[in-house]
């Protein structure tokens, strides 16, 4: 049980980069809302929630999707009850510091527009 609160805790980082960013680009840009429902159905699929990377040749590529990384470190967690490598600990922790500090240079870059322009 305790082993589920750092990926918890890197996914809530994670979310609240995705969630700066995305308030920061809706002000200026209103399609944001239905780019992102395209983007997050492309994600999903592109994610391996339904079927096995391990037949693919390219499944190192599935890395570099945030969202995989995190479902594969929870299924190792939940299903396989083994620790994620050191390599799943670090991804986790990266994707959610650059998403964070990414979301953070946009909010704060445009933060003081935000009243102006509506």
């Known amino acids: 049980m305790f082993l589920l609160v750092y990926p918890i805790a890197c996914l809530l980082i994670f979310n609240i980069g995705v969630g700066m960013i995305l308030s920061a680009l809706f002000v200026f840009f209103r399609d944001v809302r239905y780019l992102y429902d395209v983007f997050l159905t492309l994600i999903t699929y ?3 929630i339904f079927y096995s990377v391990d037949k693919y040749w390219f499944k190192n590529f599935f890395l570099l999707n945030p969202v995989y990384v ?3 470190y929870f299924r190792t967690i939940v299903i396989d009850a ?4 050191l390599q799943y600990h670090g991804l986790c922790l990266l994707y959610a510091a650059v998403v ?3 979301g953070m240079r946009i909010y ?5 527009q935000f009243l102006y322009y509506l």
């Open 46 to 48: 592109m994610s391996a």
């Open 70 to 72: 995190y479902i594969k």
């Open 82 to 85: 083994k620790i994620p490598s």
């Open 100 to 102: 964070i500090l990414f």
């Open 108 to 112: 704060k870059k445009y933060n003081h």
